[in-house]
């Protein structure tokens, strides 16, 4: 059975600085993996989609990579900003099915 | 372009009662989907549909039902509701796979209290 698991749970961070967010799953068979970010009260933004065949995607100051063969994760924020304060969920999709599990999520907050 | 919606925001249901959570997507998406989130936890897949008139089960659809008559509607059916039911309800959509991918949109969610 596919687990997802985000490590930290919490992590406080100054403004300006550079940070990886950690997922790591136990099924490496997978369809893809995706990055999301929730603010409080409101539902999820996707930030980054991978799928299985590739190793990384970017976007802007994100940078996401996948190793499917060690079943991890990382989202990287370069230059954090305080808006970047949110929780940030990893969601892998399984392969030959719908089903995304969800990791529990690492709140983050960057402080002025 | 509203994108995917839900209806109500907030609701307070007695144990026992029933309702219908709405969701309207508006992005011709042929994929759709219903999460609970329970407080400090990801989110678990109730149902989805890949089209019209095919849904399927996901991780916890015990007490769940749903239908999917059109494109672009997926309401969700709680049937005699417990305090167990007590979450927030996401719905999400995305495209089919291919080279659009199948990166999943979200609504704002549904907060159900069951008293």
């Known amino acids: 059975k596919q687990e997802v698991t985000q490590i930290p749970a919490a992590l406080s961070v100054p403004e300006g600085e550079n940070l990886v967010l950690n997922c790591s799953f136990t099924?490496?068979?997978?369809?893809?993996l995706q990055w999301f970010r929730q603010d409080p009260g409101k539902g999820l933004t996707s930030l980054l989609l991978?799928?299985?065949?590739?190793r990384e995607q970017t976007s802007g100051r994100l940078n996401a990579s996948l190793d499917k063969s060690s079943g991890r994760s990382t989202l990287y924020i370069a230059a954090s900003q305080p808006g970047d304060s949110a929780t940030y969920l990893c969601?892998?999709?399984?392969?030959?099915?719908?089903?995304?599990?969800f990791g529990a999520g690492t709140r983050l907050f960057v402080k002025a | 372009n509203a994108g995917v919606t839900q209806t109500p925001k907030f609701r307070i249901l007695k144990i026992g009662q029933s309702m219908t959570l709405q969701c309207t997507q508006d992005?011709?998406?042929?994929?759709m989907y219903w999460y609970r989130q329970d407080p400090g936890m990801g989110l678990k897949l109730i149902y989805y549909?890949?089209?019209?008139?095919?849904?399927d089960k996901g991780e916890v659809p015990n007490g769940y039902n749903v239908s999917r008559s059109t494109t672009e509607d997926f309401p969700l059916r709680l049937e005699l509701a417990a305090p167990s039911q007590t979450s927030v309800y996401f719905c999400?959509?995305?495209?089919?796979?291919?080279?659009?991918?199948?990166?999943?949109?979200f609504g704002p969610g549904t907060r159900l209290t069951v008293l």
């Open positions: 999400a959509s995305s495209y089919a796979s291919g080279t659009r991918g199948d990166t999943q949109y």
């Open positions: 099924d490496s068979a997978i369809y893809n």
């Open positions: 991978i799928q299985s065949s590739q």
């Open positions: 969601a892998v999709r399984q392969a030959g099915g719908f089903k995304t599990i």
């Open positions: 992005m011709n998406h042929n994929y």
């Open positions: 549909s890949v089209g019209a008139g095919i849904t």
